[in-house]
């Protein structure tokens, strides 16, 4: 079965460190998005990408990085540039043809800074 | 400057009765509208959808309404279940913009038993 995985599901980060998330999907989508949800917030863009090696900012970039190598691959770094990075931190995927624009979502990792 | 809001966070309704969630949204070049449910810990999944040349999109229990000229659109569930219980997010997209998803804060919807 196709989809979108992400790893781990939980992580927990010293303040001051850098911290990679992994998402990789199989659905041989073109686009790749990372989210981030908080309580009583609705998901707000970080990054996106729409072909390999080529990725834009979205509304909350700062403090965040991302790479695009591989067609199936979208890690996000949280580097410690991130005043407030406890979060919920959701990748999406979609097709860049046909009528659906609709994405495909992760279950998410819930990132922790102790 | 949010463009696409869900003003009730939560809603109750009992089961077997309708459960209406609303959207409002301000940006005129959206054309393309979907609900996405969440639970807690996993990541939303697809509900239903409308395209702007609609203004109604029917699935089995769940009917998507889009009323252009308020910029309004809503979700109807009937028959409400328990299992609808959930976060259910309204989002939108416009042409032009990498086809990018703005989404609503959400409404936790609770379906009494």
């Known amino acids: 079965d196709g989809g979108i995985t992400q790893s781990p599901k939980y992580l927990f980060r010293k303040e001051g460190q850098n911290v990679t998330l992994s998402c990789e999907q199989n659905l041989n989508h073109d686009a790749m998005y990372w989210y981030r949800q908080d309580p009583g917030q609705g998901l707000r863009l970080i990054y996106y990408s729409q072909i390999v090696n080529d990725f834009q900012k979205g509304d909350i970039a700062e403090g965040y990085s991302v790479s695009r190598e591989k067609k199936e691959s979208f890690p996000l770094t949280v580097t410690s540039a991130q005043k407030n990075p406890t979060a919920f931190y959701l990748c999406?995927?979609?097709?860049?043809?046909?009528?659906?624009?609709?994405?495909?979502f992760g279950s998410g990792t819930r990132l922790t800074v102790v | 400057d949010q463009q696409v809001k869900q003003n009730s966070p939560s809603l109750s309704v009992q089961e077997g009765r309708i459960s209406i969630l609303n959207c409002d949204y301000t940006n005129s070049m959206f054309d393309y509208f979907l609900w996405y449910k969440k639970y807690p810990a996993e990541g939303p999944t697809f509900l239903i959808s409308?395209?702007?040349?609609?203004d109604k999109n029917e699935d089995g229990r769940f009917t998507v309404f889009l009323n252009k000229s308020a910029k309004h659109l809503s979700l109807h569930i009937v028959p409400s279940q328990p299992g609808d219980s959930a976060v259910y997010f309204c989002a939108a997209s416009a042409s032009g913009s990498a086809r990018q998803l703005t989404f609503g804060s959400g409404t936790q919807l609770t379906v009494l038993p």
């Open positions: 999406a995927s979609r097709r860049s043809t046909g009528v659906s624009y609709g994405y495909t």
């Open positions: 409308i395209s702007s040349i609609k």
